[in-house]
């Protein structure tokens, strides 16, 4: 008798958090940003960004794919420009494609202020089948 086995290859979910940023204004007006290159097999939905535990509502959120990671640091945008990058408002979930970098500005994240400056905040990138956490010093922009 003949069996025929079948295995199929289950692609993973691997997701890469890296230049992490936290910069509050001299007037207490805090931006994040952070790297995220889905280094997986496949796309992941992401239903959810915190910083410090506080939920980052999607309309706060602007992002923009690449599919090729930049090389340059994250800076901090004294206005996101809706030119290069996208709102999320509207979205229930963010879907980031495999092999693909997105880049993740997030205005006014809550529990962030200038009394934080040089203290540790956490983002934390949750998606349907894991946790992803990165810490980050907060910063003051610097006076131009």
Not at 22 to 41: H, L, P
Not at 60 to 86: E, G, M, R
Not at 111 to 137: M, P
Request: proline fraction near 3%.
């Amino acid at each position: 008798m003949l069996q025929n086995v079948v295995s199929t290859r289950v692609q993973q979910e691997s997701l890469s958090v890296v230049d992490a940023h936290i910069w509050v204004t001299s007037a207490g007006a805090a931006q994040g940003a952070i790297m995220i290159t889905n280094t997986g097999g496949r796309d992941v939905v992401v239903s959810q960004i915190q910083v410090r535990g506080q939920m980052c509502p999607m309309a706060n959120i602007n992002y923009k794919q690449y599919a090729t990671a930049p090389t340059s640091d994250l800076s901090y945008q004294s206005t996101i420009n809706s030119t290069t990058y996208t709102s999320a408002s509207g979205l229930v979930d963010l879907v980031l494609p495999s092999g693909n970098t997105t880049v993740i500005y997030i205005t006014s994240p809550d529990s962030v202020s200038i009394n934080d400056i040089g203290l540790t905040v956490g983002f934390t990138v949750i998606s349907a089948q894991a946790v992803y956490y990165k810490e980050t010093n907060a910063q003051a922009v610097p006076s131009s």
